[in-house]
């Protein structure tokens, strides 16, 4: 009785697509039920085309789902979507068109929780994010940010249930943003040092990170100073020196007046993907007396031979001197990069 009870309702759901094709049913003379279901399935791939016909359209309700290294289950959640019907009568004589409105003629729930499976060990700061959506009828889901490759089931038409989505193979993801912080900005008499800390360089052995420094007059219109892209090995730390690229400046910073550094930073390799990650910046800070970028000019002027850091290249600090050559010497690493900002070699 069930049974016959619960296939009157899908006939009753799907009657209006089927009647064209479908016989009578005769419940007290036995119904062949497996041939019903299968007209049935084949009107609903004719559905939303029918529906359409009708002037339907329904709204749409989304949810994210974010799983990370240690959750593989999204636990329940609830979407409804609401189906609307256009309704339309004459108005005024037979040529003076006709008035239309929506009608409420369905209200659509589904009960759905998401479960990965076959996940091979993620990072720690690795995240997948999929997107679940009830449209009408239709529940349908997609991965926006994975650590993996997946196959998504979807439990089909009208069904609550569990989506899962199956690993396939891992894949690089985005980088942490959060994984590098800036930790000293001075901009002292024109040095601007700059240090950084790096939480997860451990997970990138012998591969590269590259910071993007923005430095900038801070003031209304202000003008950028350096902009430069800064390729080092990962390590637990980075410091930089911008006046070690005074020659790019694109105007001299002036005592007195604010200055900050924008910065934004990607990975080279493959643990992550190469994308950049949202920009951040320093404190405002103001640069105090008479420039150090000054000591170039002094020195050349003095007859001695100076040399300021351009570069740091595998194991070698790379500098640039004032007679035009290159200079290099061994990186002093010691947990961070270490290079002198400027030396005097003979």
Not at 44 to 61: L, P
Not at 198 to 227: M, N
Request: hydrophobic fraction near 40%; glycine fraction near 8%; include cysteine.
């Amino acid at each position: 009785m069930k049974k016959l009870l619960g296939l009157a309702v899908l006939v009753s759901l799907l009657a209006p697509a089927m009647a064209a094709e479908t016989p009578a049913l005769n419940f007290d003379q036995g119904v062949d039920v497996k041939s019903v279901l299968n007209g049935a399935r084949e009107s609903a791939k004719e559905m939303k085309s029918v529906r359409a016909a009708w002037g339907e359209h329904y709204d749409t309700d989304c949810a994210d789902v974010t799983l990370d290294a240690r959750t593989t289950d999204s636990g329940a959640f609830d979407l409804v979507s609401r189906i609307y019907q256009e309704q339309c009568y004459p108005v005024g004589g037979p040529h003076e068109g006709q008035h239309c409105y929506d009608q409420l003629v369905a209200v659509e729930r589904r009960t759905v929780n998401l479960r990965a499976e076959g996940r091979s060990a993620m990072l720690p700061w690795e995240k997948d994010v999929f997107e679940v959506c009830l449209s009408g009828w239709w529940l349908n889901a997609r991965v926006r940010q994975a650590s993996h490759k997946y196959s998504l089931d979807v439990p089909g038409h009208m069904h609550s249930g569990t989506i899962v989505a199956k690993a396939l193979e891992k894949i690089a993801s985005l980088p942490d943003p959060d994984g590098i912080a800036i930790t000293s900005y001075e901009p002292g008499t024109g040095d601007f040092n700059l240090e950084f800390a790096d939480k997860w360089s451990e997970y990138y052995p012998g591969e590269q990170t590259v910071l993007r420094i923005l430095l900038r007059h801070d003031a209304f219109l202000g003008a950028a100073i350096l902009e430069k892209e800064i390729t080092l090995p990962a390590a637990a730390g980075y410091k930089l020196r911008l006046a070690d690229y005074s020659a790019e400046f694109k105007s001299k910073p002036k005592p007195g007046h604010k200055y900050i550094v924008k910065w934004s930073f990607k990975r080279l390799g493959k643990v992550s993907k190469d994308a950049w990650v949202k920009e951040r910046k320093s404190d405002s800070k103001p640069l105090g007396g008479a420039s150090l970028m000054a000591v170039d000019d002094e020195c050349k002027a003095a007859g001695l031979r100076t040399c300021t850091l351009r570069d740091i290249v595998s194991d070698q600090c790379v500098y640039r001197c004032t007679d035009g050559g290159e200079y290099r010497m061994p990186v002093d690493a010691g947990g961070a990069i270490v290079c002198p900002q400027i030396v005097f070699p003979f």
